[in-house]
């Protein structure tokens, strides 16, 4: 082998070496790499997987372009999206509230021109186009800048904070509801020491909230109770946890209060009860309140003694115990003679202190332990208990009568000799029920008026109660009209169609000087068989007339009045001509006026009746008949009468919604009404119900306490004028009129 040749060997030789040193060099990077890689993309996926497990967001904004990247989790909340991807790359107007946009882009310019340390932002986003928007609080810094040191690219994460904002706008809730609460609020720690305090407790108790924090509730303790009783309601707070009651309070200034207090145990994580929530509201004025109602319920303002609901509540006690013990009650019902002429005479000042010394009279007279009420004027009652006989009773009354042979000392220096009248009823011997002693005693005190006055009288089974009562009432009557004892009531009437008052009916009472409030079915028969009732019947025609023209001078325009009309006025004298009189003095459209005649007399007395009913047609006067469905109507007839209107009964409207009888009878009279061309009032509707029910059988109006109950002249003004126009649905809803 030549030199040359082993050179050239030798060079090969080396450069075998030199190459498989390259490709052993090049191997160990490219594996140094592929490690590195490895590590990296560990290094990613662990990022990934705690942005994940944290629910952070990882974003990338560039401030050229206004593009964001999000690192964000694909569907199967395990393998992120690439950057790449399609929804890596978006428009920051695609990702951020248009209600948040404009905040969040001014503090990243406020981050990029350097007046905040990073940039911080609190808006709604969401991860996709659909999907719903939430909460997120993103920090981010710069990551990349330009040669001349501009901000070019920020990066940052965003953590979700929509229930951390849900809870914090309760709590903000809560704190406002707190403020606003009209009722002290206070939360005390376990030892009963003021943690925190609202408004209302400042405002209620006096102490402001600086004054309490800290100190111990018994600071409000009050003198009403001792120091065990609000030990003992701490220790029923710290064992169950809740309390409920009410307890006396002291304000800051030493004032007493009443409160109802609310206390609940706040139940803390560990299980144990860390603080007490207590609600205390101010009941003083309520309470004193309830106590005058109480006693206005129970007692006569004037005499102080028991009125007629205590009485009754005594009298049945005393029933149950004789009952129990075998013993007698006895009811004496007293009545003072002739006291409206000495109250007419002296005046009703005098008349009261008259009152209230008789009261005294009778206490003093039966003694403390026996029931003195008074029921209303002059009208007394005595509850006797533990009589062993009925003749005691009779001795107590004789006592009661001499005991007012003294006179009665009403001041002013003056005295007054009045005498009782007495009238006894007896349990077990008369009745077994207060209310039938009560009215025994009563009869009997009118048999002893009859019998002279200034005497007693045992009640007898052989009294007539009806004759007796009947002959008082007639003669009582006789002088009402005189004595001004009778008055208008009037009942407004409903349009259904329109829902406006179209007008009133006037209702005659009567409240005597001796009797009380006498009702109508009592006292109209006794008018009409003594004939009083054509007096009584032009008085209450021409005191309607004038209210409804008083009514239209303040106004009120359309209204018609209706009035009830007996058969005696109707057949007896010129009764056409005495209305339109009274409406010419008046000065009322007779159109204006609906008489009222009971279906029952205009049946009666049809042929008599048909002439006079025509005449006041004439006139212009509108005619209905009351009460239809209660009498027996021939409709032949009927049909030819100048009838107006039809007024249903309310007994079928009574149960017009459960009876399907009385539905059936109402819906046929307001059909036969219209195919007669008349209208159709419904009486007595008290309920909603009803009122439905006869809007959908197209009834005309209605009257009844679900519209009004009977109101004075100017109560009845002032119900028109203020009920606000309503129309009614077919379903009887109320709605707005426009």
Known sequence: MSAFEGTLLTMLAGSALLLAGVVTVLTLQRRAGQRALAKLRRSEERLRMALWATGELFWDYECGNDTVFRLRLGASGTEPTDAEE??????????????????????????????????????????????????????????????????????GNSIGISRSRGVERERQIAREVLRSMNEAVAVLDRHFRFVAVNPAFTRISGYA?????????????????????????????????????????????????????????????????????????DIT???????????????????????????SERLSRAIV??????????????????????????????????????????????????????????EFTIVLENLAAAEEADHVAREIITSFEAPLEIGNRQE????????????????QVPTELLKQADTAMYQAKSAGRRTYMRYDDAMDVS?????????????????????????PRLALDSSAIVGVEALLRWN????????????????????????????????????????????????????????????????????????????????????????????ANAGQTAEKLLALRKLGVSLAIDDFGTGYSSLA??????????????????????????????????????????????????????????????????????????????ACLAFMRGRAPQRLCADGVRAAMP
């Open 285 to 311: 004025l309520q309470k004193r309140a309830e106590q005058e109602l109480r006693y206005l319920a129970n007692f006569d303002t004037l005499t102080n003694l028991p009125n007629r609901s205590l009485l």
């Open 512 to 603: 005597g000087a001796e009797h009380g409030a006498v009702p109508p079915d009592e006292f109209i028969p006794l008018a009409e068989e003594s004939g009083q009732i054509l007096e009584i019947g032009e008085w209450v025609l021409r005191e309607a007339c004038l209210a409804l023209r008083r009514w239209q001078q303040h106004g009120l325009a359309g209204l018609s009045m209706a009035v009830n009309v007996s058969v005696l006025q109707l057949l007896r004298g010129n009764f056409p001509e005495v209305v339109r009189r009274i409406l010419e003095d008046a000065r009322l459209d007779p159109r204006s006026l609906e008489l009222e005649l009971t279906e029952s007399v205009l049946m």
């Open 637 to 714: 007839y009927l049909k030819r009468l100048p009838i107006t209107t039809l007024k249903i009964d309310k007994a079928f409207i009574r149960d017009v919604t459960t009876d399907p009888e009385d539905a059936a009878i109402t819906s046929t009279i307001i059909t036969m009404a219209h195919s007669l061309g008349l209208r159709v009032v419904a009486e007595g509707v008290e309920t909603e119900a009803q009122m439905r029910f006869l809007v959908g059988q197209n009834c005309d109006e209605i009257q009844g306490f679900w519209l009004a109950r009977p109101l004075e002249a100017h």
């Open 209 to 281: 909230e600086g004054e309490v924090l800290g100190q111990e509730a018994e600071m409000l303790d009050s003198t009403q109770h001792d120091s065990a009783f609000y030990q003992h309601i701490r220790t029923i707070v710290r064992r169950d946890g809740h309390f409920s009651g009410e307890m006396w309070q002291r304000r800051k200034d030493g004032e007493e209060f009443l409160c109802a207090l609310e206390c609940n145990a706040v139940v803390g994580t560990a299980g144990s009860s860390v603080l007490f929530v207590c609600v205390l509201t």
């Open 321 to 378: 115990r004789a009952r129990r013990e075998g013993n007698h009650v006895a009811v004496l019902f007293l009545d003072l003679d002739r006291f409206k002429d000495i109250n007419d005479s002296l005046g009703h000042a005098a008349g009261d202190r008259i009152l209230r010394a008789t009261a005294k009279r009778l206490q003093e007279t039966v003694g403390e332990h026996q029931t003195v009420a008074r029921l209303s004027g002059d």
């Open 416 to 431: 007054v000799v009045i005498s009782p009248s007495i009238g006894i009823s007896l349990y077990p011997d008369h009745a």
């Open 86 to 155: 399609p929804g890596g790359r978006l428009e920051v107007a695609e990702v951020i509230h248009p209600d948040d946009l404009d905040e969040a882009r001014a503090a990243m310019q406020r981050y990029l021109d350097g007046e905040s340390d990073e940039f911080v932002s609190e808006h709604r986003i969401r991860q996709s186009p659909d999907g719903p928007w939430a909460w997120v609080r993103a920090r981010g810094r710069a990551v990349e800048r330009d040669d001349e040191g501009r901000v070019t690219r920020v990066a």
């Open 467 to 491: 004759i007796r009562k009947r002959a008082i009432l007639s003669g009582a009557l006789r002088k009402a009209l005189d004595h001004d004892e009778f008055r208008l009531v009037y009942q």
